[in-house]
């Protein structure tokens, strides 16, 4: 049976969340004061979620963004100005009009606040996405006929009217707070990309309860921030999704662009957007990963379309792997692919044929496995088709 | 032996508001980028005039400046090679503007600079929001040297880049408790008056720490510290590492003249740091203090082991033994100095003791009678050290910091986040919950009356 998705605002709180007949569990956001500030998941008993579970399970002692949110409320300590007061908020997107005018909708009032909204449309098979964004007003449209993501990126970087270009999915909702949420974080000179929280939109199928237990966008409540003097650029997973990202445009500058060989949309099949942050910190600068910036993503449906996701996750973290190696000479990347392996795939593969409790469906393991092992490959077949764009610091 | 030239005659105005002395020694194309930036000022060019002290210059600054055709008042003032602290006490000393703006040669200072460091000078004066209530003249104005790397790109300059932004990251933080390391001379303003009233900077600094050494005396004298964060500069930065240990040796002197300037700040010098510490930090000290030469030998050849660790990116690697080797260089300079008194650094700090500080104030303060009282009390105060309570439970003690301007009542909120934020949720939220749900009330601890309240 499906998960549903709610939220509940600790500051004021119904004694219970109902309306939720057909579901057997729900997952629950945690705000506080508006901020994200934890999630549980709990079972729903005659249509609805008793608060008091809620609190049970989110409102403990170990906490700490909860608690440092409650006494930044109690003291009455502001939260710093946005540094930067306008962006771009760039929508890269394929043939998904559906998807798209949901997640317009959502950003339109970042419109009428005097932000620009820019949709990039990469290499379309039909002008269905032409449409749907002519029905909104002001919205700019642009063409990328260049294959890939990163292309699609790039091209948003080179269109931008602002200085900071604020990335959604297409298949993604930004809650009304998300652009002020990744602003603030830009008075740091040094941060060149700020990252938000990314939660399921919706929990209806087995596939989207699995690719959130399996491979979930979140990084948790607490603000991070990412200084590649101090940490691995290589962990550059830590800095969160593509999905819900924002750059300083400068970042082009300094760094370079997108990498174009690495990214959707390429035999790469992803990877794109952790290079670029494994690429910002390993030239010294900052990544911020800021929970405040909450975007809702809806998860593929079926299971097939899950199977080939994680089979794209697994190409795309090797070839952008192989990249930092070729090109970078960052032979610590041969560490992380062990460490991996052994630290996580191997128990994972262990645990599911033996058919423990909790196990990952196999087919799921081993499609990462098979997109592991053919990403070099994939990496060199794009640099084949593909001109490389990133170099390396 | 100094000759001081007006190449422009008479200026304008008969005395400018701001005098900015910028103190050189042989860059003469990073001078003329500053003097450049500063013909591009927002503030009126007839407000300010600026004296290049030329110490011991080599190349043709000299010639440079005289050529430079400046829309404002441009002075020269040359000498024979005295340091930075002299060559700014001698510039302050020709000034004839009501505010003095140090700012170093290698900074190029944003358009909008002088006017900020005025506009924050005649704010606090006016006793403007979050400054002072009461019209003061000691006001200092810090601004940021925004780091820009010049020359060679490699791990040492990308970490200095970021331990300089994370510096001024903390000064501009609301709140912050400023102390004499805050005090940067690379782009600061200060009252001439002020400054001649304090006596200048320590010409027995050669080149490390004067600043730091005039932010001791500042804090003592209770100045009013300004983080002015529009006045943007940035700071071109061309250094290696070679030479940045050449740096940290300096800044081991340096840090024993501080503790025999001022004794109270021993304690809180690096020199008072790993003093009982075994291993390799304890091998640093040994070799800098008994067998320099060995040390030096070793040190060289490890640096051509840093080398290996950066092309292959062995960046843990590569700053474990960075720090090292830094660590040696800063023990070399300390015992340069220190071997002249015959004393080891455990008896330098140890010293300190009889120094004759004066004994710091400490204030009791309970929460609950709000947090605006409270900042009231210690703005009336202004004690060295606070012993906080709530309801008459002990949250915590802040021990008196040497070095450090006493508390404002602006220091107190970031204070209790910062620091005393686990005991605080212990001591208020938990007493809440537990009161509502024993009284059987809503089961949510959060409440908005107390969260506005």
Redesign the interface.
């Known amino acids: 049976m499906a998960t549903a998705v709610v939220e509940v605002e ?4 119904p004694a219970r969340i109902g309306g939720l007949d057909g579901y057997a569990a729900a997952l629950v956001l945690a705000r ?2 508006g901020r994200p500030v934890g999630q549980a998941t709990l079972p729903v008993v005659e249509g609805s979620v008793d ?2 579970r809620v ?1 049970e399970a989110i ?1 403990t002692d170990s906490n700490r963004p909860l ?2 949110r ?8 502001p939260d710093p100005e946005p540094a930067v007061e306008k962006a771009t908020v760039a929508v890269c997107t394929r043939d998904r009009p559906d998807d798209l005018r949901r997640c317009l909708d959502a950003l339109y009032p970042y419109l009428e606040a005097g932000h620009e909204l820019l949709v990039v449309d990469n290499r379309p098979s039909t002008r269905e996405t032409e449409r749907v964004v002519a029905m909104y007003d002001g919205v700019r449209y642009v063409r990328e006929d260049r294959q890939g993501l990163s292309a699609a990126g790039n091209r948003a970087f080179r269109e931008a009217s602002h200085e900071v270009v604020a990335f959604a999915d297409d298949d993604t909702v930004p809650d009304p707070g998300w652009l002020p949420a990744l602003l603030r974080n830009f ?4 941060v060149l990309c700020v990252t938000g929280l990314t939660m399921p939109l919706e929990l209806e199928t087995e596939a989207q309860e699995w690719f959130e237990r399996y491979s979930p966008f979140g990084r948790g409540f607490e603000r991070v921030v990412l ?4 940490m ?2 290589l962990a550059s997973w830590r800095a969160g999704a593509g999905a819900n990202m924002a750059f300083r445009r400068s970042a082009v500058d300094r760094v370079g662009p997108f990498e174009e060989v690495l990214g959707s949309g390429t035999p790469a099949r992803s990877g794109g957007d952790h290079e670029y942050f494994a690429r910002i910190l390993a ?2 600068y ?1 990544i911020v990963y800021e929970p405040a910036a909450l975007s809702w993503h809806r998860h593929r449906r079926t299971w097939e379309e899950l199977r080939r996701t994680v089979y794209g996750y697994g190409v795309g973290v090797y070839a952008s792997w192989t990249h930092e190696l070729v090109v ?5 990347v041969l560490k992380m692919a062990c460490g991996w392996l052994i630290r996580d795939q191997l128990p994972a593969l262990v645990r599911s044929l033996l058919r423990r409790p909790g196990r990952v469906p196999l087919d799921l393991l081993l499609a990462e496995l098979r997109g592991c092992v053919a990403g070099p490959w994939a990496y060199l077949a794009s640099r084949r088709v593909l001109p490389m764009t990133g170099g390396w610091p | 032996m100094s000759a001081s030239h007006d190449r422009r005659g008479a200026p304008s105005r008969a005395t400018p508001a701001v005098t900015v002395v910028i103190p050189t020694r042989n860059r003469r194309a990073s001078l003329c980028r500053t003097l450049e930036a500063l013909a591009r000022q927002t503030f009126p060019v007839s407000d300010f005039e600026v004296i290049v002290a030329a110490d011991g210059c080599t190349d043709d600054t000299a010639a440079a400046v005289e050529r430079f055709d400046a829309p404002y008042a441009l002075r020269l003032v040359q000498l024979p090679g005295s340091g930075a602290a002299t060559a700014r006490n001698r510039g302050a000393a020709e000034a004839r503007g009501r505010l003095l703006l140090f700012v170093d040669d290698d900074v190029e200072p944003s358009p909008g600079l002088i006017a900020a460091h005025v506009e924050a000078h005649g704010r606090a004066r006016a006793g403007g929001a979050g400054v002072s209530n009461s019209a003061r003249t000691d006001v200092v104005g810090i601004g940021p040297c ?1 780091p820009v790397l010049v020359g060679r790109v490699g ?1 040492f ?3 200095l ?2 331990w300089w ?1 994370s510096e001024y ?1 903390r000064l ?1 933080r ?1 709140g912050h408790r400023f102390t004499y390391r805050d005090v940067l001379s690379g782009n600061l303003s200060i009252g001439a008056e002020h400054f001649r009233r304090l006596g200048g900077f320590d010409t027995a600094f050669h080149g490390a720490a004067e600043d730091w050494e005039f932010g001791v005396r500042l804090v003592k004298s209770d100045a009013e510290l300004v983080y002015v964060g529009a006045a943007v500069a940035w700071h071109h930065i061309d250094l290696g590492l070679e030479r940045s240990f050449q740096r940290t040796r300096h800044e081991g002197r340096a840090d024993v003249l501080m503790g025999l300037r001022h004794p109270e700040l021993r304690p809180v010098l690096p020199l008072a740091q790993g003093l009982d510490a075994h291993g390799a930090e304890r091998l640093c000290r040994m070799g800098a203090f008994r067998a320099p030469v060995l040390g030096d030998l070793v040190v060289k050849v490890l640096g051509w082991q840093l080398r290996v660790h950066e092309a ?2 062995m ?2 690697a590569w700053q474990g033994l960075s720090g090292l080797i830094r660590r040696y260089w800063y023990w070399r300079g300390v015992a340069e100095e220190l071997g002249r008194s015959g004393s080891g650094p455990a008896e330098f700090v140890a010293a300190a003791a009889d120094a004759g500080a004066p004994e710091p104030v400490s204030l009791d303060v309970d929460l609950a009678n709000g ?1 605006d009282v409270a900042e009231d009390m210690i703005d009336l105060v202004r004690p060295d050290a606070l012993c906080l309570y709530h309801e008459g439970r002990e949250i915590g003690e802040l021990p008196p910091v040497p070095g450090a301007e006493r508390l404002r009542g602006r220091h107190l ?2 204070l ?2 910062e620091r005393f ?1 686990r005991e ?2 212990g001591v ?2 938990v007493a809440e ?1 537990q009161g509502r749900v024993r009284a059987g009330r809503h ?6 009356e ?2 506005a ?1």
């Open positions: 600790l500051l004021d709180p506080l004061g608060v008091g609190h409102v608690w440092d409650w006494l930044q409320l109690r003291l009455g300590i008075s740091d000179p040094l200084d590649g003097t101090q691995n650029p030239a010294g900052r970078g000479r960052e032979f610590g | 925004l791990l300059q990308r970490k880049r970021s932004v990251e501009a609301p292959l990116r960046r843990r947090l909120r970031p209790l986040f934020g605080l949720i208020l939220a919950v089961p949510t601890p959060l409440h908005p107390e969260v309240r």
